[in-house]
């Protein structure tokens, strides 16, 4: 019944490097703007940080891809002789996605570093400027806003000066 289990483990991460690998190339040349379809449990990625997102998730499925083989192997020949290289390479690469992880969180909170950021995408800001730029408020005297009182009682704007 393990077999099964590894069967599954090793299909569902190859699975899963296919479709993060998959859209690359159109989201580097700047043709897609997210890469929503990619099985990911806090929602889609943004384009903008997606390569650091292929650093930390390649490793993490190859992880599970080379102890699942390692453990059906095991099961098929019923010996590690020769086989503990095959899980332990595994969870080398699993301890290396760990700090992979932190670098995906700070692209996206910051854009930096911008060879990371695929080029169409390296002028916008990170998570951190978009959330410091949404809290401040918009200055009073930009008067090419309407002024939604004299709108509403049907007076005229006054012309805006540049």
Known sequence: ??????????????????????????????????????????????ARNY??????????????TLVSLGLLLN????????????????FVLFLVSLPLTLLHVLVSATNRPSFLVPPPYRDQPGAITAARNRRTPASPSSSSQPNPQLALSGAKQPPSHP
């Not at 099961?75 to 332990?88: D, E, H, K, N, Y």
Request: hydrophobic share 60%; charged share 10%.
């Open 1 to 46: 019944m393990l077999w099964v289990l590894c069967v599954a483990l090793l299909l569902g991460s190859g699975f899963i490097l296919y479709k993060a690998l998959a859209p690359f190339r159109r989201i580097w040349s700047g043709e897609a703007a997210a890469a929503a379809e990619l099985p990911s449990q806090f929602g889609p990625v943004p």
């Open 51 to 64: 390569l650091a997102y292929l650093l930390w998730v390649t490793p993490a499925a190859l992880a599970g």
């Open 75 to 90: 099961l098929i020949t019923g010996s590690w002789t020769g086989l503990a290289v095959i899980p332990r390479t595994g």
